[in-house]
Nanobody
Framework: QVHLVESGGGLVQPGGSLRLSCAAS????????IGWFRQAPGKEREGVSS??????YYADSVKGRFTISRDNAKNTVYLQMSSLKPEDTAVYYC???????????????????????WGQGTQVTVSS
């Protein structure tokens, strides 16, 4: 059974850093694209970053501040967040989809409708 678990959220001051982890179980990440999404209160869930076998994507709002990476040996994807702002406050979710859905392991999906599996989310609060 596919299972994703996010961790690493918390309370951080503006300008601070956090590293989120998305640990997968029940499958190996090798042929999956992984995306990070976030949802703030009263707002729609939005894409933050995603990674395929060969490419990465970042939303304009996080470019230069967030870095996505994957460690297939640990079956984990990370989101390093730096220079955090109050507007980054949200519940962060990771999601996974097998590359065969798109006929390519190099395609980097960016919208939530392209993902099949979701974690339960981790809260990130940026506040002084």
């Amino acid at each position: 059974q596919v299972h994703l678990v996010e961790s690493g959220g918390g309370l951080v001051q503006p300008g601070g850093s956090l590293r989120l982890s998305c640990a997968a179980s029940g499958f190996t990440l090798d042929y999956y694209a992984i995306g990070w999404f976030r949802q703030a209160p009263g707002k729609e869930r939005e894409g933050v970053s995603s990674i395929s076998s060969s490419d990465t994507y970042y939303a304009d709002s996080v470019k230069g501040r967030f870095t996505i990476s994957r460690d297939n040996a640990k079956n984990t994807v990370y989101l390093q967040m730096s220079s955090l702002k109050p507007e980054d406050t949200a519940v962060y979710y990771c999601a996974a989809v097998h590359g065969s859905r798109f006929g390519s392991y190099y395609y980097t999906p960016t919208t939530l409708f392209e993902y099949d599996y979701w974690g339960q989310g981790t809260q990130v609060t940026v506040s002084s």
